[in-house]
């Protein structure tokens, strides 16, 4: 029981009681926790150097959502979970892609715990049941008890239950934006492995300067200038995943984009300190 009377004496636990306005949201995309080209490998050195930011940075409550990388994409893109139940050969893939997403979340749990950081793990797909791909429902009965009580629900992309095709992929970046909505963050951190938004594509352009501060309005414009141009990985398919979050955005949740392959970068954006990258805001 050692670990649990370490945890008691964190900040974040004893800061963790109060109102549910100050609560951020954090997410580590998967090329940045795990290594791309390798399958179901974790990047433990970016991880524990995350945690390390995490534990020393004063959040009052802080949601962690974590994507897939090079575990969940190859096996849900291998048994096409993304199309959804059509065949039975598909739920050996639904298990795996989701074993695969538990074993990067404990992975990231256990080391967020080891630097006395009061991580619990929530499963979406046992939160979560989508339709045609968007959230339907999301228990949020749970989370809500698990922040009052002062954890950190640690969640992530995930192979979930759909109501209209069977099943589905629930990227991060939807969850996050939800959670984001349901519990009136006070802002969004993306981690990501570029420093933020560029009006083009910055590996065929150079020139390109990073866009500091956008509007909702200025990331509708980019995204239908991608469309126009048929251009599907501006950004490192950065942009798209950026649109999932256009209903926190909307709801007035300003959204910071930073690179969370770089130290210290995530530590200062929780601080509120400047941090290179684009932060998006309603207007
Ligand atoms: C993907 O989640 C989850 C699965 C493939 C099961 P994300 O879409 O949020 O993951 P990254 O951050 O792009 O790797």
Redesign the pocket.
């Known amino acids: 029981m050692r670990g649990v009377a370490r945890l008691a004496v964190h900040p974040l636990r004893q800061l963790g009681r109060c109102c549910s306005n100050a609560c951020i949201m954090l997410k580590l995309?998967?090329?940045v926790i795990t290594k791309k080209r390798e399958p179901m490998t974790a990047n433990l050195k970016a991880i524990k150097r995350l945690a390390r930011e995490i534990a020393t940075a004063s959040v009052e409550q802080l949601i962690i959502v974590h994507?897939?990388?090079s575990f969940?994409?190859p096996l849900?893109k291998q048994y096409k979970i993304i199309e959804g139940y059509r065949d039975p050969a598909q739920i050996e893939g639904f298990s795996k892609?989701h074993q695969a997403?538990l074993e990067l979340n404990k992975l990231v749990v256990n080391t967020l715990i080891s630097h006395n950081i009061p991580a619990f793990s929530v499963s979406p797909s046992s939160c979560v049941v989508t339709k045609a791909g968007r959230i339907q429902t999301l228990y949020d009965g749970a989370l809500t008890r698990l922040l009052a009580t002062g954890f950190v629900p640690v969640l992530?992309?995930?192979?979930v239950l759909d109501s209209d095709k069977g099943f589905a992929?629930l990227?991060?970046?939807q969850l996050i934006a939800a959670l984001a909505i349901m519990f009136k963050a006070e802002k969004i951190i993306m981690g990501v492995d570029v420093n933020g938004l560029y009006p083009a594509d910055p590996t065929t352009n150079a020139q390109l300067d990073l866009l500091p501060h956008i509007t909702l309005k200025d990331l509708k414009i980019l995204l239908n200038n991608i469309e126009e141009a048929k251009v599907t990985d501006v950004t490192g398919g950065m942009l798209g995943?950026i649109s999932e979050l256009i209903p926190a955005i909307s709801a007035g949740i300003k959204t910071f984009i930073v690179n969370a392959s770089k130290e210290d970068t995530v530590y200062k954006a929780l601080e509120g300190k400047k941090v290179v990258g684009t932060i998006i805001e309603k207007e």
């Open positions: 995309g998967g090329s994507g897939g990388g969940g994409h849900a892609t997403m992530f992309g995930d192979a992929v990227s991060g970046d995943k």
